[in-house]
C-alpha cells in the first residue's frame, strides 16, 4: 500500500514562500535589508526542503496526494476548490522551483545589495515561487488558472522592477500584453472542458475524455477534443514562449538577472510545459493537436536558435537559447514523449539558470556592461564564475555524460520514432538545432571568457544592466571574483547540471516514475515503447552518444565558433558583409515586433478609434442616450402645447373626449344604419 503525505506538510510548502513575501513586502522598512532576505529565504528554504521530503516519499515509498484542502463554491453539480494533486511530476517540479529559487534568493543577496528596491524584490520573488508552486500542486483547472494568472502578474512586476526605465516599463507591459492573447485561449479550452466535462477537478475531467473524444465542436466539423486541446495549447504559446508569442521573453530581460534565472529557467516559462504534460490524457486523443504542438515547437527551436547567433548582450544571448529549449520540450510533447519534456524542463532549469546567473556575475564584473564585444580574457579574473559557465554551456550543447545530453537527445530520438505529420519538419529543427546552440553558446563562451581583453578600450557602447547600482569591482575596470553569495549558487547549480541526467534518467523515462502521472496511447504514438527498447542504461546511452550525428553536430558548432572567434574573427565581419540581408533580419527578429507593432497593434488602435467614435459616442452616447432625450425632449415640448392651465380648457378637452369615444364606440351601428338606408 502506497504511503500517505500530510496535508499540513503540503500546505507550508507553498505557504512558508508566501509568508516571506507578506513580511518583506508590508514590513520591509521595519525589519530592514537583512531581515527582508532572512525571512523571504528561510520560506524558501522550508519549502525546498519540505518538497525533497515529498519528492523522496513519492519515489521511493510510492506515496500520493489527491484531495480538496479548501472548498470556495458550489454552483450546482460545479466544484469550485483548492487541492493538491501530488504524484510524480508534481513532486519533481515541486523539488525543482523550490531549489533554484532558494539559490536565487541566495545569489540575489549579492546581486542587489546596492539597490534601493531590495526588499521589494525579495518579497515579489518569494511571492512568485508561491505562485508556481500553486500552479504545479492544482488538482483542478481553477487553481491551476489561479497559479498561472499569478505567475504572469508577479513576472510583470519583476519585469518592470526597474520602473523608472522606459525600456523595463515598456518590456513588462509587452510580456503582460502577449500572455493575455495566450491566456484568452487557455481560459476558452478551460471553459470548454467544463461546459461538455461539467467539472473543473483533474480527475474528473480526464474521466470523460473518451466521451469528449466522441463530440463534435458545435456547428463545425472540427472534433471537440481537438478544439480544447489546442486552446490549451495556445495558454502555453504564451506562457511558454512558442512562436509567435515568444516574442516578450527576450525583451525580458530588462529585469534583474536574478529574476531572469527565475521566471526563465525553472518556472514560468515551463508552467506550458507542465500543463500540457497534465493534459496529457486529453492530448493523446487528438493527433492534429499533437502534431500542431510538433510543428509549432519545431519552428520555434531551430528559428529562435538563429537569433542568439547575432546577440551581442550577454543576457540576450541565454534568453534566446531558452526559447530554443523550449521548443525542443515542446516538440517532444507533440511527439507523446510528455516524460522526455518534462526531463529536459528538469535538467535545462539547472543548467539554465546556471547561465543566467553567470551571465549576472559576469554583469557584476564588468561594471554592469552587458555587451560581451567588451569583455574577453575573464577566465583568469573570474575562475569560478569561467569554470562553471563552462560546465553551463556543455551541459546545454549536449556533451555525453552532462545532463543535457540525456534528456536532449532523448528529444531527438523521440522525435525520429514519431510517425505523426509534421515528423519529418521536427527532426531536422531539432538536428539542426544542435549545430546552432553549440555555435551561439560558444560564440558568447570565448568572446567573454578568452581571447584577448578588450574591457580596457571598449569597442561597443557599455549596455547598463541597472542605471540605479553602484558600480561593482576594480574602479580601473579590471573585473574580479564575484562574493561568495553569488558564486555559491553557481557551484551549487552546476553539480546537477553535470550528474542529474544520469542519475535519473533510468526511472524518470524507463521506470515508471511517471506512470500515474502522464498518459500514453502506446498503440497511436510508439515513441516511447521504441526508446525503451534501445536503452541500455546511462553509461551505454553517453558511449553511443560519441558516435551519433547529434554529437558531431554540437562538436562541429563548437569548432565553427573557436575558429570565428579566436583564430580568425574577420570572417564574422566578412559574412555579415557578404549577407547583410540575412544579418538584418535576423537582426530585426524576422520583423515580428515591427509587424505587431504596425499591423496588429495599429489595427487594434484603429479597431479601438472606431469603437470609441461610432460605437460609444455615435451610437451609445448619439443615439441611445442623447437621442432618447431628445425624442423626450421633443414630446415634452409637443405636450406642453396642451397644457395651459386654465380650467375651461381642461373642461372642453374632457368633453372633446368624451364625445370622441362615444363616436368610436357607436360608428359601427352608424355605419349599419346609413347602409340600411
Not at 537583512?34 to 519540505?50: E, K, M, P, Q, Y
Not at 561593482?472 to 562574493?483: I, K, Q, R, V, Y
Not at 551519433?548 to 563548437?558: D, S
Amino acid at each position: 500500500m502506497a504511503a500517505q503525505l500530510s496535508s499540513t506538510t503540503l500546505l507550508w510548502v507553498p505557504l512558508a514562500p508566501l509568508a516571506g513575501a507578506v513580511i518583506a513586502g508590508f514590513f520591509g522598512k521595519t525589519i530592514g535589508r537583512r531581515g527582508a532576505h532572512t525571512v523571504t529565504i528561510l520560506g524558501v528554504l522550508i519549502s525546498f526542503i519540505l518538497s525533497a521530503m515529498v519528492l523522496k516519499s513519492v519515489a521511493l515509498d510510492g506515496a500520493r496526494f489527491n484531495a480538496t484542502v479548501y472548498e470556495w463554491m458550489v454552483l450546482g453539480d460545479l466544484k469550485m476548490e483548492v487541492g493538491f494533486l501530488v504524484d510524480g511530476l508534481t513532486a519533481m517540479m515541486m523539488a525543482v522551483v523550490s531549489f533554484v529559487s532558494l539559490m536565487v534568493h541566495i545569489y540575489t543577496i549579492g546581486y542587489m545589495e546596492e539597490d534601493p528596491g531590495y526588499q521589494r524584490f525579495f518579497s515579489y520573488i518569494s511571492l512568485f515561487t508561491f505562485s508556481m508552486l500553486m500552479l504545479v500542486m492544482s488538482n483542478n483547472l481553477l487553481q491551476l488558472f489561479f497559479g498561472w494568472e499569478a505567475v504572469g502578474l508577479v513576472s510583470y512586476l519583476l519585469i518592470g522592477f526597474w520602473y523608472t526605465k522606459p525600456s523595463a516599463i515598456f518590456a513588462n507591459m509587452k510580456a503582460f500584453l502577449v500572455n493575455r492573447v495566450g491566456d484568452f485561449g487557455f481560459i476558452l479550452g478551460i471553459g470548454l472542458i467544463v461546459a461538455y466535462a461539467g467539472t473543473l477537478n483533474y480527475a474528473d475531467a480526464f474521466a470523460k475524455s473518451g466521451e469528449l473524444a466522441q463530440l463534435k465542436f458545435p456547428g463545425t466539423d472540427w472534433m471537440l477534443i481537438t478544439v480544447i486541446c489546442i486552446c490549451l495549447f495556445i495558454g502555453a504559446m504564451g506562457k511558454s514562449a512558442q512562436f509567435p508569442l515568444h516574442v516578450w521573453l527576450p525583451d525580458s530581460m530588462e529585469g534583474p538577472t536574478p529574476i531572469s534565472a527565475l521566471i526563465h529557467a525553472a518556472t514560468m516559462v515551463t508552467a506550458g510545459i507542465f500543463m500540457v504534460a497534465r493534459m496529457s490524457p486529453l492530448f493523446e486523443l487528438s493527433d492534429t493537436a499533437l502534431s500542431f504542438v510538433m510543428v509549432i515547437g519545431a519552428i520555434t527551436a531551430l528559428f529562435m536558435g538563429f537569433l542568439g547567433i547575432i546577440q551581442n548582450d550577454i543576457k540576450r544571448v541565454v534568453a534566446y537559447s531558452t526559447l530554443s529549449q523550449l521548443g525542443y520540450m515542446t516538440v517532444a510533447l507533440g511527439a507523446s514523449a510528455y516524460s522526455v519534456a518534462v526531463f529536459h524542463l528538469m535538467t535545462h532549469a539547472f543548467f539554465k539558470a546556471l547561465l543566467f546567473l553567470a551571465a549576472g556575475s559576469v554583469i557584476i564584473g564588468m561594471h554592469h556592461d552587458q555587451d560581451i564585444r567588451n569583455m574577453g580574457g575573464l577566465r583568469k579574473y573570474m575562475p569560478i564564475t569561467w569554470l562553471t559557465s563552462l560546465l553551463g554551456s556543455l551541459a546545454l550543447i549536449g556533451t555525453p555524460f552532462f545532463a543535457g545530453f540525456y534528456s536532449k537527445d532523448s528529444i531527438i530520438e523521440a522525435v525520429h520514432a514519431s510517425h505523426l505529420p509534421g515528423a519529418g519538419f521536427a527532426y531536422f529543427a531539432v538536428a539542426a538545432g544542435v549545430f546552432v546552440t553549440a555555435f551561439y553558446s560558444f560564440r558568447m563562451y570565448f568572446l567573454v571568457f578568452h581571447g584577448e581583453e578588450r574591457f580596457h578600450h571598449k569597442p561597443a557602447p557599455p549596455e547598463d544592466d541597472d542605471p540605479h547600482h553602484a558600480a561593482h569591482g576594480d574602479e580601473e575596470g579590471n573585473p574580479h571574483e564575484s562574493p561568495w553569495v553569488v558564486t555559491a549558487p553557481l557551484v551549487l547549480l552546476a553539480v546537477p547540471s553535470v550528474v542529474i541526467g544520469f542519475m535519473t534518467i533510468g526511472p524518470m523515462l524507463y521506470g515508471g516514475f511517471f506512470r500515474d502521472s502522464i498518459a500514453v496511447i502506446a498503440e497511436r504514438h510508439p515513441a516511447m515503447e521504441e526508446m525503451a527498447k534501445e536503452f541500455h542504461g546511462a553509461v551505454a546511452m553517453a558511449l553511443h552518444g560519441l558516435t551519433t550525428l547529434p554529437f558531431f553536430l554540437a562538436l562541429a558548432g563548437v569548432v565553427t565558433a573557436y575558429v570565428f572567434y579566436l583564430v580568425k574573427p574577420e570572417i564574422p565581419a566578412a559574412i555579415k558583409a557578404r549577407f547583410g540581408f540575412v544579418y538584418r533580419l535576423l537582426d530585426n527578429k524576422y520583423y515580428m515586433d515591427w509587424i505587431n507593432e504596425n499591423v496588429f497593434a495599429r489595427a487594434a488602435r484603429l479597431l479601438g478609434h472606431g469603437l470609441w467614435k461610432g460605437g460609444d459616442q455615435g451610437l451609445i452616447d448619439g443615439v441611445v442616450i442623447n437621442g432618447s432625450a431628445r425624442a423626450i425632449g421633443g414630446a415634452a415640448s409637443v405636450v406642453r402645447l396642451v397644457q395651459t392651465g386654465f380650467l375651461y380648457w381642461y373642461a372642453l378637452v374632457m368633453i372633446l373626449g368624451v364625445v370622441g369615444l362615444m363616436t368610436w364606440q357607436l360608428w359601427p351601428s352608424l355605419q349599419a344604419a346609413l347602409k340600411g338606408i
